[in-house]
């Protein structure tokens, strides 16, 4: 069993920036790939970045692509989204996930078997 806790959301002005991470449990995070997803009201919940087990590969969205950086901590059981010149738009529910068979499929809701609790990102214009 795996539990995923985000924290690290907010309010921001348009423009400004924020740090989400999420702390994993258990032993054999190195071997997850892990995900950050969003979702904004009435929406559906949409891709943002993914990282590879290693954390050789990231994969990102094209509309974060150049404002967010997905890292990951394997000492502190950690992965990061660092969020830049964040735009009204970015403003959404954000949740975390890890897949433990590595998928290729990094930017399916499906390819993830566990989800944090999600934290709120708004962004004010």
């Known amino acids: 069993q795996v539990q995923l806790v985000e924290s690290g959301g907010g309010l921001v002005q348009a423009g400004g920036s924020l740090r989400l991470s999420c702390a994993a449990s258990?032993?054999?995070?190195?071997?997850?790939?892990m995900g950050w997803f969003r979702q904004a009201p009435g929406k559906e919940r949409e891709f943002v970045a993914a990282?590879?087990?290693?954390?050789?590969?990231?994969y990102y969205a094209d509309t974060v692509k150049g404002r967010f950086t997905i890292s990951r901590d394997y000492a502190k059981n950690t992965e990061y989204l660092q969020m830049n010149s964040l735009h009204p738009e970015d403003t959404a529910v954000y949740s975390c996930a890890a897949d433990t068979w590595g998928s290729s499929r990094y930017g399916a809701t499906d390819s993830y078997e566990y989800w944090g609790q999600g934290t709120q990102v708004t962004v004010s214009s």
């Open positions: 258990g032993r054999t995070f190195s071997r997850y790939q």
């Open positions: 990282i590879s087990w290693s954390g050789a590969s990231t």
